[in-house]
């Protein structure tokens, strides 16, 4: 699955969720697919929207928090699933989209083709942890995750895209991203 069919499959899920979104090519695609109040883009800071993820999830029991973050941003901050799982959110939905590459920078490989990122967080200790290969797995498991007490665990394999990528940039300032987030939540 593409990240496109992937983030469309979710689309129609997220109902009034708030989501916080990786840098790159992640928020990019999102925004491109449907722009919302409550999308928190991450703008060049790569590793931090899970632990941004985790600060609203806490602060904001009511709400439902998804984050959507990339393989090797959350291996650049695999400290915050071992936070995520000891703090335990039960508002929390981790979308991870693994294509196996750092793609906003070129497609150099990763190492989650090696390491399976689900199973560091079971290992960590999230709720529940689940890998997804299709738009139709993806949108089950994420219905699941939706009937269950978080924090639960999504890796969504998708494919590596080739070529230019052709999805637009966030067009909102960082301070407009923080503003109307801040409105939404």
């Known amino acids: 699955m593409t990240l496109e069919q992937a983030m469309l499959a979710l689309q129609p899920l997220l109902g009034d969720a708030v989501v916080v ?3 790159g090519h992640i928020s990019r695609r999102s925004f491109t697919v449907e722009d919302r109040p409550g999308n928190f883009y991450m703008i060049g800071s790569m590793g931090l929207a899970s632990s941004i993820g985790l600060g609203v999830a806490l602060a904001r029991p009511d709400r439902r928090v998804v984050l959507y973050d990339g393989d090797g941003n959350l291996l650049m901050n695999l400290g ?3 936070m995520i799982a000891h ?7 981790h979308v991870v989209f693994d294509n196996g590459v750092y793609a906003s920078t070129g497609n150099q490989p990763a190492i989650s083709q090696t390491v399976p990122l689900e199973k560091i967080a079971e290992a960590a200790g999230y ?4 890998r997804a290969q ?3 797995a993806l949108a089950g498991a994420f219905a699941a995750c939706l009937a269950q007490a978080g924090p ?3 890796l969504a394999e998708i494919e590596v895209e080739t070529g230019p990528f052709k999805a637009g940039r966030v067009t909102h300032t960082p301070e407009e991203i923080r503003d109307r987030f801040a409105a939404a939540i």
């Not at 703090?87 to 939905?93: A, G, H, M, V």
């Not at 709720?127 to 689940?130: E, F, K, M, R, Y």
């Open 134 to 136: 299709s738009p139709e």
């Open 80 to 82: 915050s699933a071992a």
């Open 21 to 23: 979104h990786a840098n």
């Open 87 to 93: 703090t335990r959110p039960e508002n929390l939905i």
């Open 152 to 154: 639960t665990f999504i």
């Open 127 to 130: 709720a529940h942890c689940v």
